[in-house]
């Protein structure tokens, strides 16, 4: 039976200062907590989710907390989240924003033939803001700071970087079933882009894979091996450039433990773990 993906899922990133991240995320990009709980692991550790007003499949952006430094640039890695809004005029809305935060970013340009907006977090975590053209749904979160027009719809496209294409490519062709729809010219003038898609493609369902066998490779900490997260079942997979892919199913969902309106106010623990609350909260920091 092959694979049939049909959109990103998730992106999961590493965070050092997990309260600030809850402040950049949750007041200046208007995103959800839609779910606090710990990595598997290591139970001292958050695991931060942030998405949409009702956390959708493809919203969703993940952060472990654990003491990590700035991001080394280079290959091997993954270099560029796509944050998806609707129109021109909210890429534009956005650049003013990030602006008067007084966060790293670019000019709006075109980036293969859409208007774009490139930024970093504190952090360093590298995100183009995109004009997708409204495609389909949308869901704002009622509680965001951000207008409702200009709220943040999803993910996608996830840019890596790779020395060479072949063995990537045949991954995510032959294994992965993504067919490779175009090339364009990478925005930090090393290589050239080639973008594969899945399902439907468009913004949201694309892969970018920067082939740059200039730059140096990128050395960070990995997210450790699988296992059940129990809001969906994930499959882990290292690519030959050491890109870590995940294969996510879109449900049970976040509500699975926890009502909708009140995702991501108290710390959920998967069932094996309850019985170690108290421990576990013991050992957090403050979020607040």
Same mark, same amino acid.
């Given at each position: 039976m092959s694979l049939e993906l049909t959109g990103i899922h998730h992106l999961t990133a590493i965070t050092a200062t997990a309260a600030a991240n809850k402040r950049f995320y949750t007041e200046t990009l208007g995103l959800r907590l839609v779910k606090k709980t710990v990595n598997q692991d290591d139970t001292s550790a958050y695991h931060l989710f942030y998405a949409d007003g009702v956390a959708s499949p493809g919203s969703d952006l993940t952060f472990f907390d654990w003491p990590v430094a700035h991001e080394r640039r280079g290959t091997h890695a993954i270099t560029c989240t796509g944050l998806r809004v609707a129109g021109s005029a909210s890429v534009e809305w956005w650049a003013r924003r990030l602006a008067d935060a007084g966060l790293v970013h670019s000019p709006i340009s075109e980036i293969d033939g859409i208007a774009s907006l490139l930024f970093e977090d504190p952090e360093g975590q590298r995100f183009r803001l995109l004009d997708d053209g409204g495609a389909g749904e949308s869901?704002?979160?009622?509680?965001?700071?951000?207008?409702?027009?200009?709220? /943040?719809?999803?993910?996608?496209?996830? *840019?890596?970087?790779?020395? *060479? $294409?072949?063995?990537?490519?045949? +991954?995510?062709?032959?294994?992965?079933?993504?067919?490779?729809?175009?090339?364009?010219?990478? @925005?930090?003038? =090393?290589?050239?882009?080639?973008?594969?898609?899945?399902?439907?493609?468009?913004?949201?369902?694309?892969?970018?894979? =920067?082939?740059?066998?200039? +730059?140096?490779?990128?050395?960070?900490?990995?997210?450790?091996?699988?296992?059940?997260?129990?809001?969906?079942?994930? +499959?882990?997979?290292? &690519?030959?450039?050491? /890109?870590?892919?995940?294969?996510? *199913?879109?449900?049970?969902?976040?509500?699975?433990?926890? @009502?909708?309106?009140? $995702? &991501?106010?108290? !710390?959920? !623990?998967?069932?094996? !773990?309850?019985?170690?609350? =108290?421990?576990?909260? &013991?050992?957090?920091?403050? +979020?607040?």
């Amino acid at each position: 039976m092959s694979l049939e993906l049909t959109g990103i899922h998730h992106l999961t990133a590493i965070t050092a200062t997990a309260a600030a991240n809850k402040r950049f995320y949750t007041e200046t990009l208007g995103l959800r907590l839609v779910k606090k709980t710990v990595n598997q692991d290591d139970t001292s550790a958050y695991h931060l989710f942030y998405a949409d007003g009702v956390a959708s499949p493809g919203s969703d952006l993940t952060f472990f907390d654990w003491p990590v430094a700035h991001e080394r640039r280079g290959t091997h890695a993954i270099t560029c989240t796509g944050l998806r809004v609707a129109g021109s005029a909210s890429v534009e809305w956005w650049a003013r924003r990030l602006a008067d935060a007084g966060l790293v970013h670019s000019p709006i340009s075109e980036i293969d033939g859409i208007a774009s907006l490139l930024f970093e977090d504190p952090e360093g975590q590298r995100f183009r803001l995109l004009d997708d053209g409204g495609a389909g749904e949308s869901h704002p979160w009622e509680r965001s700071p951000i207008p409702a027009e200009h709220q /943040i719809r999803g993910l996608g496209p996830i *840019t890596i970087s790779v020395p *060479t $294409l072949e063995r990537t490519g045949e +991954l995510l062709s032959s294994v992965m079933n993504l067919r490779e729809e175009r090339t364009y010219a990478s @925005p930090d003038g =090393a290589g050239e882009v080639h973008v594969f898609a899945m399902g439907p493609g468009g913004s949201a369902a694309e892969l970018h894979v =920067a082939v740059q066998s200039i +730059l140096p490779p990128a050395y960070g900490v990995r997210p450790r091996g699988g296992c059940e997260r129990y809001y969906c079942r994930w +499959l882990y997979s290292r &690519g030959p450039a050491g /890109i870590l892919f995940e294969i996510a *199913t879109d449900g049970p969902g976040f509500a699975v433990d926890e @009502p909708l309106e009140a $995702l &991501g106010e108290r !710390l959920a !623990l998967p069932p094996f !773990l309850e019985g170690k609350r =108290a421990q576990i909260e &013991g050992g957090l920091k403050p +979020l607040d």
